[in-house]
Nanobody
Framework: QLQLAESGGGLVQPGGSLRLSCTAS????????VGWFRQAPGKEREAVSC????????RYVDSVKGRFTISRDNAKNTVYLQMDGLNSEDTAVYYC??????????????????????WGPGTQVTVSS
């Protein structure tokens, strides 16, 4: 089972920034695509962003485009989600998950079904004044 751990969440004021980390243990994350998803209270889990294994494909949902940046550091076995310009609608538990070579592509929307389905505990992001 691919184990990932999210970290970096917290309480931040509107307009603030956070950087989330998704760190793999027991396997080389560089060979896998990675997706970030989030779930707000009372809502279904939704896609946020994904990055392909080589890092040549990066996707964002419209609501975070221009504010969030996904990146990967293979030396640290970690994928990051830099979140700037946060607002209350970004409040959620954020999860990362790994997938195969076609989990993150230009041709289709980001979908949890394209990944392997192994989820970590998530990290809480709360945007509030």
């Amino acid at each position: 089972q691919l184990q990932l751990a999210e970290s970096g969440g917290g309480l931040v004021q509107p307009g603030g920034s956070l950087r989330l980390s998704c760190t793999a243990s027991g396997f080389d994350l560089e060979y896998y695509g990675v997706g970030w998803f989030r779930q707000a209270p009372g809502k279904e889990r939704e896609a946020v962003s994904c990055i392909s294994s080589p890092g040549d494909v990066i996707r964002y949902v419209d609501s975070v485009k221009g504010r969030f940046t996904i990146s990967r550091d293979n030396a640290k076995n970690t994928v990051y989600l830099q979140m700037d310009g946060l607002n209350s609608e970004d409040t959620a538990v954020y999860y990362c998950t790994a997938g195969g070579l076609v989990s993150c592509t230009e041709e289709r929307e980001i979908d949890a079904g394209h990944f392997f389905g192994s989820w970590g505990p998530g990290t809480q992001v709360t945007v509030s004044s």
